[in-house]
């Protein structure tokens, strides 16, 4: 059949991730397949499946379908003495009424819509007749002052973690609000656990009715929608028709699946595609948890849903697959066959499980072309050149969830973040813990800054959202650098800025100047991977920085502003008892120092892509004996990022016997000592007067008489000199300012010695160097 027309792409996002934004695979693969003059529909099923569940429809059917077990369990409960328990469950049903008239209200006044008014929010907190559970009641009563509408979001959250936790234990044990069946996935499957799970109540009561609703804008989208006038029957009819006419050329389905979370859903995602386009449809699965869990899984069985896994980036398996089926010049299907000897070779970092071409089921899978220089130029080029494209997605519709009363931890779920990176990959990739091996750390390539800039402006602008959340492994200090300047003229000739935010790494290379540069232009938080806080296990890790380093960015981004979060990880191959009581200590002195707003413990998991991996995978047990450092750890944690027992004995964190530290009690402090005398020597340090990179970080500078104000980082700073103009040449200095008017002023700095030597005081002060 000759294909007359562009070809299709559909691009799925299944369930469940945070739900206050949406996840930016889809929006890289609309870029890369439009890049390529296909037609792309992408979906986030994701909150379509928030609303089918957080809706008067979507809560009436939970309760009609768990009604009569919950009441069981309640029952049970009561029998056994857990009368807590019993009331909880009942309240659910007995208030269901109340649940499924104020749903809409809680979503609204998440999403900051309209429809919330003031005053129903006024309601919602002090009325006895709204409905209430464990959560919302344990917020309420912890606040230690009187609740006012001002907590309403908190309010409102609490009570989907309620709804969340009933649908958990009387519908569906799998459930949650940012997962599903994750533990079922958690490592290379058992497929046939699986298997179960994409037939459970949750998929065929609320996901599978999406998909079905969703049909005729599937089906319109692959092909030329029929006259008004044909009848329904005879479109069906057709479409029954298309579905086996052999014409396999047409349609991709492209599935995300970047957790074990998104797993079960996305099987059925797939299961449904197949169902609905039959071999028409070529079926595809790609992202972090293909790239790494499913990376050796072979099982045939997942013939029945996908026809390949799609592992790293994608861009060059899938210019692969369509070069070899189609001719993109012409847009008409290439009439030769695949070689039988192209099969035997396999497809760039493809795994086959049908025939490529027919779709017939394999015996075997048809193995992946691990390297090809072809196409990995191919997807070094695009991937620096790609913005992605969010013209599908309405932003409104996200829900703003606070769920914590860190400012740190509020970023990840308050915010309809346009997710975007600045690099694929990690410009050090050499922790021995981290995955090296895999594309998504050691295939570091930066983007194009302008082009990235542009394209995500363009975005804010159409969508009313100017929050981006670069969701780099770890942003690279000299393109941030650049996307930061272009960010600030922007500001300065538009009146609109981006506010950004991303992974780092704790390292020199984020001086006091830089971070303050960064600041000034949008930079607003960071987390980064701390890992181990002692200087043997940053060693021992290959962490390729020093304690030194780390405290001094910590103290540069506090400093500035910036809200800090450090990822740690204990259990580790080498760890003793001290090893992690020593990182414990120093990560308390950091939080005591006012280093950090937050942070997360993680236990080591060895991983087969890791270079630690070869090293111990054949004599080390996984540390199963450190395992019961978790509670005490978290515990210590919360504690430290709410600003509490900062000064108790991290010994006493634990219910067991464990060594004191072993480090100075001042360790942090010492070390924050020589990052304050290294920074007051840098302009000592430099050969020559370093003009270009000097940069005008304060307020416009007032005069009155020889003396002149201005603000820097919120605190006044006065200076007086008889220097003509030195307003204006301060001024001109500031990142946003008009090129010639910048050089004007650098062009006078290199000419007076004079300046020079004021501007030296000026350090700090509202001038950096970077």
Known sequence: MI?????????????????????????????????????????????????????????????????KNALKMAYEAEKQGDEATAFNIRRYVSSKNNWI??????????????KSTREKEHEFLFSPFVPRGNRMESFLMNLQREPCVDDINFLCTYALADLADYITACFDSEFSLIRYAESLSAEIPDFAKILKQVDSPFIKEFYLPILEQNKQTYLDFVQKKQDGDKRDGDRDKQNDEDKNDGDRDKL???????????????????????????????????????????RNFTDIGLSDFVDALSFDRGYGSYKNFITEFYNLSSKVPSEKNISADFVNRG??????????????????????LWSSDEFEKYENQITAELVPDYNDIDFSIYPRLCDDKNPMHRLWTDGAWIKAYLAHGCYWHKCAFCDTKLDYVCSY?????????????????????????????????????????????????????????????????????????LVYCGLGAVSAGLEVATEAGLKKINKGTDLDSIIGSCAAFKEAGVLVHAYMIYGFWYDTPQTIIDSMETLRQFFAAGLLDSSFWHKFILTKASAAYDMIHKTWDGGPEYAKFG????????????????ETKVTRWFDFEVPGPSIPKNLVERSIEKYEQENNNLFNSRKEFPAEDIYWLGTEPIGYGDQLTWIYLQEEMKIKSKIKN?????????????EKDRLDSIKELKASPELQNLVKKLHYKGIVVV
């Open 252 to 294: 991709l389905i492209c599935i995300s699946v970047p957790f074990s979370g998104t797993f079960v859903p996305a099987l059925a995602t797939a299961k449904y595609f197949k169902s609905l386009f039959g071999d028409k449809a070529v079926v595809f699965m790609g992202g972090g948890y293909v790239n790494t869990d499913l």
């Open 3 to 67: 294909y007359n027309g562009n070809m299709k792409v559909i691009v799925i996002n299944p369930p469940m991730v945070q739900q206050n934004t949406v996840y930016p695979s889809g929006a890289y693969l609309s870029a890369f397949f439009k890049s390529l003059n296909c037609d792309v529909l992408w979906q986030d099923l994701n909150i379509k499946l928030f609303y089918k569940i957080f809706s008067e429809e979507g809560l009436t059917r939970i309760f009609q379908l768990s009604e």
């Open 726 to 738: 030195l307003s204006k040449l301060l001024w001109n200095l500031r990142p946003g300012c008009d």
């Open 445 to 517: 390539k930066p983007v194009n800054a302008e082009k990235l800039f542009n394209g995500l402006m363009k975005t804010a602008c159409e969508k009313d959202v100017y929050g981006i959340h670069f969701v780099d492994e770890a942003l690279p200090p000299a393109v941030l650098k650049r996307f930061a300047l272009l960010n600030a003229r922007y500001y300065e000739e538009h009146g609109k800025r981006l506010y950004f935010w991303g992974n780092v790494r704790f390292e020199k290379a984020f001086s006091k100047d830089l971070v303050a540069f």
């Open 101 to 114: 008239k104020w749903i809409s209200f809680i979503t609204d006044a998440l999403c900051g819509c309209k």
């Open 631 to 646: 509670p005490g750890l978290e515990a210590a944690l919360d504690s430290w990022m709410h600003g509490q027992k900062l």
């Open 347 to 368: 497809f760039y970092k493809m795994r086959f499980f049908n025939h490529p071409k027919t779709g017939e089921k394999l015996k075997n899978c048809i193995e992946p």
